[in-house]
Structures are given as structure tokens and as C-alpha cells.
């Protein structure tokens, strides 16, 4: 069993910044992807971005050179910087993990909102 454990959602202005940050314990495994993702109300859950235990990141084409992935192994840690917000950015958004093609977990959810 793995146990995410998010933090960091909020209320932004448009423009602004946020950091989320996902905190893995249990039975970890050393290769391992984790990621965010997000879900709007009325909408699927998609991909913002994961990263390979080793550092490789994947982005969807919406984040791309506004939000940044990061992973501390050492913590069990994955980070999502946020900059320049939009409103469409507005979500619940998901931390997950997944490993040996069999483990995938999710965590609880924070909630981002970008509003004037």
C-alpha cells in the first residue's frame, strides 16, 4: 500500500502562482512515476504532468512552460509549481503513483481556484 498525501491548493488571482506538493509513504518502490492530475466539475480527470523516478518529465500541451514537475527521491516527494494561473486551471487536482505496471494509488485531492 502506498499513501499520498497532498498539499498546497488554494484561491490565486489569474497571473499568479501556486505550489502543490505530494508527500508518498508505504511500501515504495524505487522506479516509480509519479504525477499530477486534475479534474474540472463536468470534466474527465487528465493529465497535467508526471516524472520518472529517474527525472524525466511529461507535460500536457496546456502547462507547457507554465507549470513545472519536481521530485525529491529522497523524500518521497513531488512537487507542482504553478506559475502564470488562468481560470481554466481551476480544479480539483490529484497526486498519484504508479509502479511495477500493477501499483497505482491516488491521493485525496486539493482543490485550485484561480478568481479575481
Known amino acids: 500500500q502506498v499513501q499520498l498525501v497532498e498539499s498546497g491548493g488554494g484561491l490565486v488571482q489569474p497571473g499568479g502562482s501556486l505550489r502543490l506538493s505530494c508527500a508518498a509513504s508505504?511500501?515504495?518502490?524505487?522506479?516509480?512515476?509519479m504525477g499530477w492530475y486534475r479534474q474540472a466539475p463536468g470534466k474527465q480527470r487528465e493529465l497535467v504532468a508526471n516524472?520518472?523516478?529517474?527525472?524525466?518529465?511529461n507535460y500536457a500541451d496546456f502547462v507547457k512552460g507554465r507549470f513545472t514537475i519536481s521530485r525529491d527521491n529522497a523524500k518521497n516527494t513531488v512537487y507542482l509549481q504553478m506559475n502564470s494561473l488562468k481560470p481554466e486551471d481551476s480544479a480539483v487536482y490529484y497526486c498519484n503513483y504508479k509502479s511495477r505496471g500493477i501499483d497505482d494509488y491516488w491521493g485525496q485531492g486539493t482543490q485550485v481556484t484561480v478568481s479575481s
Open positions: 516524472i520518472l523516478s529517474g527525472g524525466f518529465t
Open positions: 508505504g511500501s515504495i518502490f524505487r522506479a516509480n512515476v
